[in-house]
């Protein structure tokens, strides 16, 4: 199984970014998917996760900004992030499974949010 995240960069607080997330090699429709952040120095978060129904949980500082999605035909997961803050600036990597247990992760992509 193989999971490479793209999209990341360099954007202005206030802007928008969205990162993707390819996976191959698994039953992608069958599959929960997440996306976790991990700042300089600070412990790897979840941001969110879709079930392989289309449920989602968001974390509590990205609520109203970020908005998953998955679509099966692609084999893709996205992170539409809006309204983008200084503290969002972390690498971001998508991860296949509900929870942080097992699954793979994919390689990161970093966000930078600039003041």
């Known amino acids: 199984v193989q999971l490479q995240a793209c999209g990341g960069g360099l954007v202005q607080a206030g802007g928008s970014l969205r990162v993707s997330c390819l996976v191959s090699g698994s039953i992608f429709s069958a599959t929960g998917m997440g996306w976790y952040r991990q700042a300089p120095g600070k412990q790897r978060e979840l941001v969110a996760r879709i079930s392989s129904l289309g449920a989602t949980q968001y974390g509590d500082s990205v609520k109203g900004r970020f908005t998953i999605s998955r679509d099966n035909a692609k084999n893709t997961v996205c992170l539409q992030m809006n309204g983008l803050k200084p503290e969002d600036t972390a690498v971001y990597y998508c991860?296949?499974?509900?929870?942080?247990?097992?699954?793979?992760w994919g390689q990161g992509t970093l966000v930078t949010v600039s003041s």
């Open positions: 991860k296949s499974g509900w929870s942080i247990a097992g699954g793979y």
